[in-house]
């Protein structure tokens, strides 16, 4: 068993959330950028730590406890092992074409934040947008204003430290926030407001973004590498929008404008090649502890012809389904009933979580190396999920050495033909 962060971090389980700095008061521990790993990784102090062992208590990385999480938060285990605790499920997007065209989906995270902040149900949004010094690092925030919220719409496909913002919230003027972040970001606030109080009456909204899994840093990297783009002359970096599935765009610091299609961009990440380590071991694929998540609706009966975009909506808590169906009759989003089982056609990943995630385990396991910890139901894996699973597990790991990247990428398309993918 892990029983503090640096074992966290010496077993390579840190998911980039940041929670560990966020709650940290007495400014020990810092996320910075590894340049190895491409990722962040938390840097502790010594001699300004005091072992409160905060940090360990709400940590994703080596534990998230959903009995009790949900016992807590929802005051009852989820009937739905693969979607958690729900009360319906929707098909949607904002009314707003600008908005909807610049965002991911359908606009929904943005439209909801914005009619939250129009109507006074929240003060402020902790949101993710891309640095403007550093083009190509994220800047979570929180977002005070209907522009600040366009500013962070869009998917970013790069770690993220949301959760570092844990102080600025405690220490802030505002009483009703909203949050928007990755299953693991969720995680991190839920354990911060399980510890204390203050986290729970101030952030009055959790947001969640499905996620298969994130990429480290050297995906954006290698994929301006294939275009001949130097990291150096990037202005802007947009990972999605521009309609639906929509494009990634890069604005040079010589005014030129370089944009591909979504499918072609992130062929990469749909194939793990440069996954953030710990992603390998989650088994949450749409924010279960969220208020409501949001992700892209890849169901082809439904979205065959789609070009504007639409986001798919679980909607888990009455305080969520209120904000939607006043945003619905405000006329700010549209919104239509959909079935939890099209939610789960929404690829394979969402039933892959639950059982691929045992055989990693596994893997894991043999190597004699320490295990995140979940109390919640996995279900039981088949062949194919343990072909997969091996598949998966030995990509990240192996890709991981820059000089065989190029035969993971063809090795990953194999698997993709004969398991199936996104
Ligand atoms: C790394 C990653 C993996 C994803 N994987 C899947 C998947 O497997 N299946 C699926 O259906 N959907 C996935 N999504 C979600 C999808 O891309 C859309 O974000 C979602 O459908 C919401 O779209 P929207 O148009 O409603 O959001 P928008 O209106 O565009 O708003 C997006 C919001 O998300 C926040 N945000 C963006 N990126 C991050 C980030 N990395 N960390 C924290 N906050 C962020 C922004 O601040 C913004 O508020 C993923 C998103 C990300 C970032």
Known sequence: MITKISEVIENGLCCNCGACEGICKTDAIELRIDHQKKEYTPVIDETKCNNCNLCYAVCPGHCVNYHELNEFFFKKQPSDVLIGNYLNCYL????????????????????????????????????????????????PFIAKTPEEIMEASQSKYCPVPVCKLLKEILASDYNKLAVVGLPCHIQGIKNAEMINKVFREKIVLNIGIFCSHNDNFWQTTSLLDRWGIKPGEVHEIHYRGEGWPGNMTVKLKNGEKKSIPYSRALSQHVLWINAIHRCLFCPDLTAELSDMSFGDPWIPEIMENETKGQSLVVCRTKKAEKILSEALSDGYIHLSNLSSEMVKKSGYMMESKKKDIKVRLLIRRLFGKKLPEYKTPLQRPGFKNYLRA??????????????????????????TKLLGGK
């Open 92 to 139: 949607g997007y904002v009314s707003d074409d600008n908005v909807r065209f610049n965002s991911s989906s359908g606009g929904l995270v943005t439209g909801v934040l914005i009619y939250a902040l129009d109507k006074g149900i929240i003060d402020g949004a902790l949101v993710t947008r891309m640095s403007k010094e550093n083009p190509l690092e994220p800047e």
């Open 390 to 415: 091996i598949f998966v597990y030995f990509q990240v790991v192996l890709s991981s050495k820059r000089s065989l990247q190029g035969f993971m990428v063809k090795l990953s398309l194999l698997e």
